[in-house]
């Protein structure tokens, strides 16, 4: 005869898990450069163009659920093509062509240091089948690599504790 007691703590924490968060794992991507730790399951993906300057090639790296998602992006350009650039015209031209993207408004927009690196962080505010949303963005340019942190939620998410921990535990590789 098996104990009831048992049977209800097992269901119990059955539920708990099934309500908790996803948990973050640490991801070291060698050919990225960087280390980040975000929830699992991660979809990846990798998109090339042409311009001007070369090939354009994007690698994302991707967890979402329900409404939220945490996306790791870094897009290389041409060698050399980012050398000598006025950096805060390419960052403040990601930060609009981000907005423009989800037809959003740059709530606010600031320098985020990054090691050595200075980058920007912004929050937009956009709403998408009338529901409001946030993403909260950084970037960093180093070389020719531009990396964006992406997180998109619910209006008001905007500082969760597992979306601070996605952000700052994102780092580059020598």
Known sequence: MTD???HCALIFSLLVLSFSP???ENIVDDAGRFTVDIAQPVTRSTTESNSASGKIKTF???HGTGAKAEIVQYTDFGAGS???KDLTKLYDAAAKGGA???RGVIRSLVVHRLGEVD???MLVDFTADATKYVCRCRFYIAGDRLYALIYVGPFGSENDVDLM???NSF???R
């Open 4 to 6: 009831p007691r048992r």
């Open 100 to 102: 423009a993207n989800v």
């Open 165 to 167: 921990h996605f952000l």
């Open 60 to 62: 994302i790296l991707a």
């Open 171 to 173: 780092r580059l590789l």
């Open 119 to 121: 980058g920007r962080e």
């Open 82 to 84: 980012l050398a000598g």
């Open 22 to 24: 996803a948990r973050a």
